[in-house]
């Protein structure tokens, strides 16, 4: 429920995180979300450089991807 496994499925996170490793995921760092609507209620941390993070794939909801934060608000990447 507070935490979530999941597997490194590419090498894009090479040499931190190999194909394969495991990594378990706080799900409510960011802040708590209502299910259903998915509306942020309450706000804990925001992104930060280096996170690594957890996320849909907006085309094929069911493809989770991990992936490294590289650029915040206000950066131009």
């Not at 996170?13 to 942020?40: A, Q, S």
Request: hydrophobic content about 45%.
């Amino acid at each position: 429920f507070l935490f979530e496994p999941f597997k490194i499925p590419s090498g894009s996170m090479i040499p931190t995180l190999e194909i394969g490793d495991l990594i378990l995921v706080n799900k409510f760092h960011y802040g708590v979300r209502l299910p259903v609507i998915n509306k942020k209620i309450i706000e804990n941390h925001t992104p930060a450089r280096g996170d690594v993070m957890v996320f849909r794939y907006p085309v094929d909801p069911s493809v989770d991807f991990i992936k490294r934060v590289v650029g915040v608000p206000g950066d131009e990447v």
